[in-house]
């Protein structure tokens, strides 16, 4: 009853995360209502072991990973995947949340305990030794598929913490990257607007994982690019025309603002960023910080990477939050 | 009772317009609560004559002006400004709105009667014979005053049509339009944003009108400046450090979209617009449209002003609301 007359009050329904029940979409999608992206793709990707399924047998690369079903599987997945391997929640994780690296037997049976005390079902994932992340925002409608710049993502504490834009790497990279994004989001027959978060090791390139919605990685667009994301995600959602996905300057670099105590939001010392035209503040006004939440980020634009990164360190350390 | 318990849920006041009573926002500030823009700045706005002859003892050059009391002032009217004048509401008039152009005694009669219908107290103003208009955004904290780029106003049925940024006229004459705009903030004690209306008569300048508030004018900033006046409105209220208003791309034009039928506010054929990265479409939702009322607006920004006036008059034809 709640779901339909929530559906009868909405033209077209889209999400903000990827974690709300793809059988309560399909619900709402036999009501009669559009659902973008769909439950079909939401039940493909918010299942990361069925969206490492689904992306391998597209033959798109991802790390090898071997489903777990308890922690006396430890034999038979050390011998696929190896010594170091990921132990990951199937559902719900985020920014590291629902993982845990295994490097030996008994690390595997403290993982499987731990995650499977939270989460009902688990899978494990090769560790790979990567040079750099990157990631990249994908668009699609009826009639067009658009990305936005492959950039570099640099996580601390598995948390998305320095986006480069675009990615310093080579022209070729940039195109395989693009390609493998596009071929994965047509893999989960998605529509809407997807990040994805990618490995890379020498000229090897493996897809992390997806998000079908506006993300971390592409918050840089919203200062930096001619249309934001969210201005581009809604297009999507109303199969509207994509809005370009250009940068309006050669560089911009996103530092996230994370919580450096557990206390109120209150942001201080925020002065001298405002006072620097390269760049844009954003305080998201949660009540509370706590050590390492989002709270809160800054994009700096410009044509000289190294000193938007230096400039962007700095301040980043500056702003109490 | 009312104002108290709003006050009271607040940290700080601004307006949106300036057509909130004078003796309310001083009500306001005696509970201790600070209004931007004061209440004494929005005294000497919100009635115009007030207004011409703050501007006028400080000095600020405006159109002749004299205070009209009943239709029997028309001699003295006249012998003033001349044949050719406006009469105006000293309160509550926009667009056009509580105007009225005065060509003789009949004239007078009629304008006098329909305007204090309405409004309690009206006066005359010289007619301007000016080549165009002219505004300018200026903002102003108790550590700085700035201002955004000079622009063109072109008004049809005394509602604002196009804007062009920056104004296609001289160096000195740019010069002279942010001194009188500074200067005529200053008068007015005004602390906050303020859009500043002109005429430009060979090299001669008057000021208009004041608005204490983002203005129509300053639109083309959300989408052509690196800051917009919205966001540096909140700066200025909260006394924080202002944002750039420097351009992002050499030009900019802004077109509104004003109603063409009077039926729902649902917007027709806006496709092609979207399709064209130099065109950004805002859409305010309004419920209704009505004729020549303000629905929308386009922004162009680019790097030749003739093709984007081009191609922006061609886009608002297109547009159905």
């Known amino acids: 009853e709640i779901l339909k007359s929530f559906s009868d009050s909405c033209d077209i329904i889209t999400l903000e995360n990827e974690f709300v029940d793809h059988n309560r979409l399909k619900f709402i999608e036999n009501l009669g209502k559009k659902v973008v992206p769909s439950s079909n793709t939401i039940a493909l990707i918010q299942d990361k072991l069925l969206q490492k399924r689904t992306l391998a047998s597209n033959n798109i690369p991802v790390a090898d990973f071997h489903s777990v079903a ?184 996103m530092i996230n603002l994370l919580g450096k105590k557990n206390d109120s939001g209150i942001v201080e010392d925020y002065n001298k960023a405002l006072k620097n035209e390269n760049i844009h503040l954003h305080i998201y006004g949660k009540k509370q910080s706590r050590i390492g939440r989002k709270m809160g980020h800054i994009t700096l634009t410009g044509n000289n990477l190294d000193e938007l990164l230096k400039e962007g360190i700095k301040t980043e350390k500056q702003i109490i939050i």
Chains 1, 2 share one sequence.
């Open 70 to 253: 308890s922690k006396n599987d430890y034999k038979t997945t050390s011998k696929k995947l190896g010594k170091r391997f990921i132990l990951k929640s199937r559902k719900m994780g985020y920014d590291g949340y629902g993982n845990f690296l295994v490097k030996n037997q008994n690390d595997f049976e403290i993982g499987v305990q731990k995650l499977t005390a939270r989460h009902s079902e688990i899978f494990a994932e090769k560790f790979v030794d990567f040079d750099c992340e990157l990631a990249i925002m994908v668009l699609r409608t009826s009639r067009e598929i658009k990305s936005y710049p492959v950039v570099e993502t640099i996580q601390k504490n598995h948390i998305c913490h320095t986006v480069i834009a675009p990615a310093r790497v080579s022209h070729s990279l940039i195109k395989k990257v693009k390609e493998i994004a596009i071929e994965s989001v047509i893999a989960v027959d998605g529509y809407g607007i997807f990040g994805i978060e990618l490995f890379k090791q020498g000229n090897k390139i493996f897809v992390n994982e997806m998000a079908p919605r506006p993300h971390n990685s592409g918050h840089y667009t919203i200062d930096a690019c001619v249309t934001s994301q969210f201005e581009n995600h809604i297009r999507a959602v109303l199969n509207l025309p994509l809005g370009s996905t250009k940068m309006l300057k050669p560089f911009a670099v």
